[in-house]
C-alpha cells in the first residue's frame, strides 16, 4: 500500500515532541492544515494524551499543544491525528 500524499506545506514541516526540556523527532508529518497534523511515528500514544511539540515549518519555529484525536490506517502504516492548540506565534529559526 502507498503512503498518502502530503498536503499542505507538509514536505517541509518537521514535528518534534518536547519532554523534560530535550526535543525528540519521532513524528513524520503526512498533512498539517490549519490546527490539524496528522502524522506517522514509531510509538503509539493514548487518545487524548497531550504533547508539547515545537513546529518547524517555512523557515520559522513554533511551539504547541498536540492532543491525540485518533489513529487511522493498518498498523504497518498508522496515522496518528493530532489537534494543535496554544500554538505560540511562528518565529524566525536560527541555526547555530
Known amino acids: 500500500m502507498t503512503r ?12 518534534l515532541v518536547q519532554d523534560d526540556g530535550k526535543l525528540h523527532d519521532v513524528l513524520e508529518v503526512v498533512e498539517l492544515v490549519g490546527t490539524i497534523a496528522r502524522v506517522r511515528s514509531p510509538f503509539l500514544f493514548e487518545i487524548g494524551e497531550e504533547l508539547s511539540v515545537r513546529i518547524e515549518q517555512a523557515g520559522a519555529v513554533s511551539e504547541a ?12 502504516e498508522r496515522v496518528t491525528e493530532l489537534e494543535l492548540t496554544a500554538r505560540s506565534e511562528p518565529r524566525p529559526m536560527v541555526n547555530g
Open 4 to 15: 498518502p500524499a502530503a498536503l499542505g506545506d507538509a514536505a517541509s514541516a518537521r514535528m
Open 65 to 76: 499543544k498536540a492532543r491525540v484525536r485518533a489513529h487511522t490506517g493498518p498498523a504497518e
